[in-house]
């Protein structure tokens, strides 16, 4: 069994700094994927940012060099740096993982945490 525990969110002024971060727990063999998504009230969820098992990361276009994923692979820990935060960044967080293991490989989800920026 697996689980992702995110932790980080909380109530910041527009223009201030976050980092979250969700640890992997349990079974795993390797983490082929970890991600990023957020979702707002009323709003679809979407992708902010990925980082891949080579190294590669993406990120959604309006968080563009504010924010930085990354990871510690020995701690099976992925960040999310958020710097420069507007308000519209507001949404709950979640982290997912691609993790294989003796099961299968399928993705896992985290619990969510909020962010709201505002002064």
């Known amino acids: 069994q697996v689980q992702l525990v995110e932790s980080g969110g909380g109530l910041v002024q527009p223009g201030g700094s976050l980092r979250l971060s969700c640890a992997a727990s349990?079974?795993?063999?390797?983490?082929?994927?970890m991600d990023w998504y957020r979702q707002a009230p009323g709003k679809q969820r979407e992708l902010v940012a990925q980082?891949?098992?080579?190294?590669?990361?993406n990120y959604a276009d309006s968080v563009k060099g504010r924010f930085t994923i990354f990871r510690e692979n020995v701690k099976n820990t992925v960040y999310l740096q958020m710097n420069n935060l507007k308000p519209e960044d507001t949404a709950a967080y979640y982290c997912?993982?691609?993790?294989?293991?003796?099961?299968?490989?399928?993705?896992?989800w985290g619990q969510g945490t909020q962010v709201t920026v505002s002064s």
């Open positions: 980082i891949i098992s080579g190294g590669s990361t």
């Open positions: 349990g079974s795993i063999s390797s983490i082929i994927k």
């Open positions: 997912s993982m691609i993790i294989q293991n003796a099961l299968g490989t399928r993705d896992y």
